[in-house]
Every structure is written in C-alpha cells, then in structure tokens.
C-alpha cells in the first residue's frame, strides 16, 4: 500500500503539463537491463519471506525511473518513500552547481507525471535535501534503500549515515555511481564506509554496490546459487578488506518485464486513404476529374463554358 503524503504540485501558471509516457522506455533515467534484473531479484527474494518486510526508500529519483520500477513490488502495508531536492533551491553553492550541470531538465511536476502513468497514487515524497530522511522516515523501517541522490562527497556521506539508521537488519541498501569517473566523492566515502563504519557489500555491478548493515553472507549464498544457473551473467568473488564480495557482469541478460502503464498508448490517427488511381487504359470522366482535383469555383466556371457552347 502506498502512502500519499501529497497531492500532485500544481499551480495555475504552471507550465503546460509534461507528455506522459506511453511505455517504461520513455522515461528518462540510467537504469541498466542487468541492474534491473538484480533489483528484480533482491525484491523478489524478499517478498518470497514474510520474514524480510518494510518499507522501500529512494533517495535521488530524477524523472522517476527506478522509482516506477521499485513500487511494483511493495507488499500491502508497506510504505514508499522518495526524497528530492526536484527544482527546490539547493542548499548550497556547490549543490546548485550540481544540479544546475547534471539534473537541468529535473522538476517534481515531470517526476509526477512519469510515475501517475504507471501507478495509481503517488509514494510518500520528501522534496528536501536527503539530510531530513532520518527525521523523516521511522528508524530501523525500510529492508530495501536505493541511494542515487547527490554525488558531492560530504551529501554521500550524510546519505550513507542515513542508510544506516532507516535500514531494517538484513536491509539491501544501493549505492549508485560507487566507481563512475565523474563521481568521487560518491567512490570515496562508499569504501570508506566499507573500510571503517561496517557497511559490508554483498555484490557490486557496473553502476551499483549492492550492501547491507547486517550480515551478507546469506544474501551472497543465494545470489550465488542463483547465479550458477545463469548463462547471461557472469561473476566471480573478490576479497576487499577482509570480506568476500560478488563481482557482476551483463552477457546479454534481458531486464525483466517492464512496468506497464496504466492507460494504453493511443492509437495513431490514420491518415485518409488516398484517391483511388484508375485502371491503366481506362477513360476518367473530366467531371469526376474536376470535383476531385479542382477548387468549386474553378470547376463552376468550366462546366458553365461548356453549357454556352452547347447552347
């Protein structure tokens, strides 16, 4: 169950509403077939156990991509929550600038209308520096956290603080761009916080680390276990500061099937069928002609010339 914190943001000077898309393809994002097919695994594991519940945060939703993807598998009583700055001031020079570079198309009013295609009701969605999660989500609630907000080294920090104080025990908590070149600050304090503050990774992929707080041994054995099966990706385990981690790789695995909005694309308007041609060899009345290719007042005048010379 999804709670409505808010009615969607609109104002009677707003710009016109942004086209709603008509499939999952069309929302802009970067979200990996490969890292969807992970999440659909780590949320689909966790939904096959009642042991495994709470809630689902996002921190960082762009235009709405993963968000649509994560909501398909909240259980009833659970809650979604997003957090966003959207087109909020930022709170800080060095945060504007980020914005301003990375996120210029971003606004809540696109957000909503992306995600409302695909989901009847909105998440519960905090437009705020992530620094207010830990006041605004219940401690120890959420078993799954994706964390893809700001990659300034100091605002990751702050995020993966509070990953930590949300997530239930056995939570799945992601962490986005952990090794991008234009990230480092996001790489830095990932595995710093794997190196001194406990978070133990389960497994990474190109984009994403996947970690927890808990223990992540029983994540791993079954991912393993799962993955011995699989031809279309390829892992192998790596050691890092002492704990084994499982390395993961696309070999042409297909995402799972893709939300699916809930109004059908309308259908294209047909273009009128053109005149029909005549048969080679076959004589075409000039009225006929006329009424199909000449203004009225043309053919008027040439059918009241041919009535004067008959006359």
């Not at 966790?46 to 993963?66: P, V, W, Y």
């Not at 979604?80 to 504007?96: E, G, H, I, K, R």
């Amino acid at each position: 169950m999804q709670h409505v914190s808010q009615a969607p943001v609109t104002t009677p000077d707003a710009e016109p509403a942004p086209p709603e898309p008509r499939a999952f393809s069309e929302v802009k994002g970067w979200f990996s077939a490969y890292d969807q097919t992970l999440f659909d695994w780590f949320l689909s594991r966790q939904n096959a156990t009642s042991e495994a519940s709470g809630d689902i945060l996002e921190l960082g939703a762009f235009m709405g991509k993963s968000a649509i993807f994560l909501a398909g598998y909240l259980r009833e009583g659970e809650e979604f929550t997003v957090c966003d700055l959207f087109d909020s001031p930022a709170p800080d020079d060095f945060n504007l600038a980020e914005m301003r570079d990375s996120y210029p198309t971003l606004t809540r009013r696109g957000f909503e209308t992306n995600y409302l295609a695909f989901h009847p009701a909105l998440p519960t969605v905090i437009q705020a520096p992530t620094s207010v999660v830990a006041d605004r989500v219940r401690p120890g609630s959420c078993r799954f956290v994706h964390v893809d907000a700001s990659h300034l080294h100091e605002h990751v920090v702050q995020d993966i603080a509070s990953s930590r104080l949300v997530a239930a025990p056995d939570a799945v908590v992601v962490f986005d761009d952990y090794r991008a070149a234009h990230c480092p600050g996001v790489a830095a304090a990932v595995w710093a916080a794997v190196a001194t503050e406990g978070l133990r990774v389960i497994a990474v992929s190109a984009s994403k680390l996947y970690a927890t707080w808990g223990d992540p041994v029983p994540h791993q054995s079954a991912l393993l276990a799962w993955l011995e099966g699989r031809t279309d990706l390829w892992h192998g385990v790596d050691v890092v500061a002492g704990h084994p981690l499982v390395r993961i790789g696309d070999e042409g695995v297909v995402a799972p099937p893709a939300p699916q909005p809930l109004r059908p694309p309308a259908e294209p308007v047909a273009a009128p069928p053109a005149p029909a041609r005549p048969a080679a060899g076959k004589p075409v009345h000039w009225r006929r002609l006329a009424k199909d290719l000449l203004p009225p007042l043309l053919t008027r005048a040439i059918v009241a010339r041919r009535r004067r010379r008959r006359g």
